[in-house]
T-cell receptor, first 113, second 116 residues
Framework: AQSVTQPDIHITVSEGASLELRCNYS??????LFWYVQSPGQGLQLLLK??????LVQGIKGFEAEFKRSQSSFNLRKPSVHWSDAAEYFC???????????FGPGTSLSVIP | KAGVTQTPRYLIKTRGQQVTLSCSPI?????VSWYQQTPGQGLQFLFE???????NKGNFPGRFSGRQFSNSRSEMNVSTLELGDSALYLC???????????????FGDGTRLSIL
């Protein structure tokens, strides 16, 4: 069965430091991959997505992610974190039937001023 | 343009009752997906509708049902409510093209359902 894991439940970084959030998936075919961010009391916002092509994907708010097929990973990165980036981050995989997206458990990010 | 609108934002019900939640997608979007979010189970897929047809359904009991209208607005219904149904229910809309990957792009702020 398809699954998504995010090994880090919670991460704390200092403002201005770099960030990498890990995501691993289990899926037999080429997946469609997404990263979302959720601020408290709000819905999810799509940061970026990978369907095909260049494995380094640029998103909004200065985020990028790299698809590594050999490692079944799709890690999210940002070179310099801002205090406003504190939120919950979800990795998700779209399955072959195209109409179902499975979410990982999420990583909570705290930013120290 | 207006985002995804979910109503109501908050709802309190008691066990055994039923509830209907509403989701109005972004204008022109034909796909609406529903998710249940709880601290213990995270985000779980309920179902997805495209052009008034349910395309896929998650692993939820038959008490959870939905429908989509011709204007793409969607409703979700939960009957015989249980304490475990307390959750944030999110809907997402996407432009979607038949045969192309679904990508829930725009989420509403959710309906917080509390069961007493």
């Amino acid at each position: 069965a398809q699954s998504v894991t995010q090994p880090d439940i919670h991460i704390t970084v200092s403002e201005g430091a770099s960030l990498e959030l890990r995501c691993n998936y289990s899926y037999g075919a080429t997946p469609y991959l997404f990263w979302y961010v959720q601020s408290p009391g709000q819905g999810l916002q799509l940061l970026l997505k990978y369907f095909s092509g260049d494995t380094l994907v640029q998103g909004i708010k200065g985020f990028e992610a790299e698809f590594k097929r050999s490692q079944s990973s799709f890690n999210l990165r940002k070179p310099s974190v801002h205090w406003s980036d504190a939120a919950e981050y979800f990795c998700a995989v779209g399955v072959a039937s195209y109409d179902k997206v499975i979410f990982g458990p999420g990583t909570s990010l705290s930013v120290i001023p | 343009k207006a985002g995804v609108t979910q109503t109501p934002r908050y709802l309190i019900k008691t066990r055994g009752q039923q509830v209907t939640l509403s989701c109005s997608p972004i204008s022109g979007h034909r796909s609406v997906s529903w998710y249940q979010q709880t601290p213990g189970q995270g985000l779980q897929f309920l179902f997805e509708y495209f052009s008034e047809t349910q395309r896929n359904k998650g692993n939820f009991p038959g008490r959870f049902s939905g429908r989509q209208f011709s204007n793409s607005r969607s409703e979700m219904n939960v009957s015989t409510l249980e304490l475990g149904d307390s959750a944030l229910y999110l809907c997402a809309s996407s432009l979607a093209v038949e045969g192309a990957p679904n990508q829930p792009q725009h989420f509403g702020d959710g309906t917080r359902l509390s069961i007493l």
